[in-house]
């Protein structure tokens, strides 16, 4: 097990490092929009982030039937929620000012004129690379002071400005969890996701914890062909990035459902059925081009993620103490999960 274990953290080590890297690039590329347009562009990687840290979640219903009645396992699970093609662009428009120049008698008038700009098929952080381009078409009646006098100008011209795009274009928002399960206690079992506060002074932090229990409620009926169990968990996840500027971002969530599986000789089929809810927190300072103001402006927002249920089935392999499994689940999103540990 000390060996497993040794394989295992280097992998957790390698994900933490992209993960930071790639926050950091997600700042870099937040802090050129606000927050309307920010809210947009990572609305996908929210619903990826919840779908994926309610997936794997359990691989039984079983429980007390290990080695002296005791179960143990301690592994990765890794999901992926499949990205559907709407999620990767958004259309929009956004209200804001820009600085623009009126030429009049000789001189050159600075003025900061109201722009409602729009966007079309815009990339969001998992579409093309290539930056989107708004356009706003200003129509403006106004003054300027020029030589003692109000002089009217109009002002009737078409506005571009380029925005941002996409970090990576992927059709699968992939992440990687440590998970662990021990009972069982009066037929419930305990899980532990967690990973201790890992900082790089180049990237910034991240850290995840969160537990939950499952209840084998069929041990209350014996001649049942089947385990039936009762689940619910909590999971916080927080991340920063500190090299480019305050970044961060917070994810909690919680899951409950119910759990069938049938356990036949070294292969085990299960089910279920998962309520659940994501609350992500984005927190940022915006410098782009737009920004009125010469100083960076603190910028939040929350998602709640679109995942609010699934139904779960998949099937684990029992190679001794080698316990591999997959499944599928169908509902607001799709994820596919898979996990592999060590467990008796």
């Not at 259309?91 to 001189?107: A, H, K």
């Not at 506005?159 to 069982?184: D, K, N, W």
């Amino acid at each position: 097990m000390k060996r497993s274990l040794r394989k295992i953290i280097p992998l957790f080590a390698a994900v933490v490092l992209t993960s930071n890297v790639a926050a950091q690039d997600l700042h870099e590329t937040l802090a050129n929009v606000g927050a309307d347009y920010g809210s947009q562009y990572v609305l996908p990687l929210s619903n990826s982030i919840g779908a994926d840290l309610n997936a794997g979640l359990f691989h039984t219903a079983r429980s007390g039937k290990g080695l002296f009645g005791v179960n143990v396992y301690v592994g990765i699970k890794v999901a992926g929620m499949i990205v559907d093609p709407t999620q990767q662009q958004f259309s929009m428009q956004f209200p804001t000012e820009v600085d623009y120049s009126v030429s009049f008698g000789g001189s050159q008038y600075d003025l900061r004129v109201p722009a409602e700009f729009s966007v079309s098929e815009a990339p969001t952080i998992f579409g093309d690379r290539e930056a989107a381009v708004a356009t706003a078409r200003v129509r403006l009646d106004t003054t300027i002071f020029h030589q003692g006098n109000v002089v009217p100008i109009s002002i009737d011209t078409t506005l571009t400005q380029e925005l941002i795009g996409g970090i990576v274009r992927t059709r699968i928002a992939p992440l990687v969890i440590p998970h662990a399960s021990f009972g069982s206690i009066l037929g419930t079992d305990f899980s532990v996701r967690w990973l201790p506060t890992i900082e790089h002074a180049s990237y910034g932090s991240i850290s995840l914890k969160g537990g939950g229990i499952r209840h084998n409620v069929s041990r209350y009926v014996r001649s049942l062909p089947v385990d039936i169990a009762v689940t619910a968990s909590w999971q916080q996840l927080n991340t920063e990035a500190l090299a480019a500027g305050d970044f961060s971002i917070d994810i909690e969530t919680v899951a409950y459902g119910i759990i069938v599986s049938k356990s036949l000789p070294l292969v085990t089929v299960y089910g279920g059925l998962q309520r659940e809810q994501t609350v992500v927190d984005y927190a940022y300072e915006y410098s782009g081009d737009l920004n009125p103001m010469d100083e960076p402006v603190g910028v939040s927002f929350s998602h709640d993620a679109s995942s609010r249920g699934r139904a779960v089935l998949g099937v684990t392999l029992n190679l001794g103490p080698l316990v591999t499994n997959f499944d599928y689940a169908v509902g607001n999103e799709r994820v596919a999960s898979a996990g592999i540990g060590f467990g008796f």
